[in-house]
């Protein structure tokens, strides 16, 4: 399992808090092709949220340990029915602080255009 500092967790707690679940874990578990697809969004993502559906709580805590342990990921939060896991992707251009590194192709926002007034 990945171990990061409280600051860290606090960090990535703050910029999951927007995300949306990815990945939802129904009535037959967390069963190999659940992991599969929460793997494949790590990769993508780095950061994911996962909605898991059932009302037992060890449930819960045992899925949230299994998938830290076998994914090596991170265990950012668990709130409620959802859980947020991170695992660094050492491909992507994304920090564990949010910004990006300097060989990233965008470094300003989009500008929009605005409607004429007149």
């Known amino acids: 399992m990945l171990q990061l500092s409280s600051a860290q967790r606090s960090e990535l707690r703050a910029q999951a808090h927007n995300l949306n679940p990815v990945v939802s874990i129904a009535e037959n578990g967390l069963t190999d092709s659940v992991l599969k697809e929460i793997d494949t969004c790590l990769k993508a993502h780095q ?39 991170y695992r660094p992707n050492p491909n992507a251009n994304a920090t564990v602080d949010g910004k990006k590194s300097q060989n990233s192709k965008r470094s300003e926002p989009r500008k929009t255009k605005r409607a004429h007034q007149g």
């Open 47 to 85: 950061l994911i949220k996962i909605r898991v559906y059932g009302d037992s709580r060890d449930d819960r805590i045992a899925y949230y340990e299994q998938i830290c342990a076998q994914l090596e990921a991170a265990p950012i939060q668990h709130i409620g029915k959802l859980l947020v896991v």
